[in-house]
């Protein structure tokens, strides 16, 4: 009787700390999730050439914002200011420990990159990334025995020309790309999908770029595709630029993502 009563407590210890452990995670995400929808509120009335850097200091102390190198394609910018909002703990175990990526550990981050020109906006990048591990990524485009790794990766520019490389859809310029993992102490690879917006761009499209959608921050599945992250953009690249974009053709076949561009 005694030795079955240790058994059952030792058991509920493991799973009060488990429950406590995710208790922890999650609360953590959901403070991520918080900041970052607050900012995104704010980025959403920035206007290229027009907002300036004195009105904008106010974000940026609050954000905690850090002086980054100016921007390839902002070439005349004298200032950029970059802030980031995710749990360096979180990620810090996700890149160390992969493994525990398929048991909860969720490393998700969001990212905001501004250029100034004599003090006036001249671009700024919005991102949404999460880190997962291959098996947790529902399609067979990456292989698990080469990657440790694999960040899911949204963004939208909005700068005064459109990059080179990229394609049109119907609204704004697409960019989709494959490229090893930065920073990562293990191996891993980025699978992106990035609009590109110019002040010229009509406000509906400017509104579907920054449509982010970061409930999966704190879904019980997580952020594994790039139409929970941008849905907006992801529709458009799917319906108009599969073949150049082979991630994006076989996501939007996946079913959960076939139900958004129909």
């Not at 290229?48 to 921007?71: E, F, G, N, V």
């Not at 001249?122 to 960040?151: H, T």
């Not at 982010?212 to 992801?234: E, I, K, N």
């Amino acid at each position: 009787m005694i030795m079955l009563r240790r058994t059952y407590f030792a058991a509920g210890t493991i799973f009060g700390i488990i429950l406590l452990a995710q208790l922890t995670l999650f609360l953590a995400n959901l403070r991520t999730r918080d900041r970052a929808e607050s900012l995104l509120t704010t980025v959403r009335r920035f206007k290229l050439d027009t907002s300036t850097l004195k009105d904008l200091q106010p974000i940026l102390y609050a954000y905690h914002a850090q002086k980054i190198s100016p921007s390839s394609n902002c070439p005349s910018a004298d200032a950029s200011y970059g802030v980031v909002i995710s749990n360096a703990i979180i990620n810090r175990i996700g890149q160390s420990h992969p493994t525990l990526l398929r048991v909860g550990v969720r490393p998700v981050s969001t990212t905001l990159a501004l250029s100034f020109t004599r003090g006036r906006l001249c671009e700024f990048r919005f991102s949404e990334s999460a880190l997962i591990s291959p098996f947790q990524f529902p399609l067979r485009d990456v292989d698990p025995n080469s990657a440790k790794l694999v960040e899911i990766r949204t963004e939208t520019a909005m700068q005064a020309f459109d990059d080179a490389g990229s394609q049109m859809s119907e609204h704004y310029a697409i960019k989709g790309y494959d490229a090893l993992l930065r920073g990562a102490t293990a191996s891993g690879r980025t699978l992106a999908v990035e609009a590109i917006v110019t002040p010229d761009a009509s406000t509906s499209a400017i509104q579907s770029a920054l449509g982010f959608d970061l409930s999966c921050f704190t879904s019980l599945s997580g952020c594994r595709l790039h139409c929970q992250m941008l849905p907006a953009v992801f529709r458009d690249a799917a319906r108009n630029l599969r073949p150049s974009i082979p991630f994006v053709t076989q996501e939007s076949e996946y079913k959960g993502c076939r139900v958004l561009i129909q």
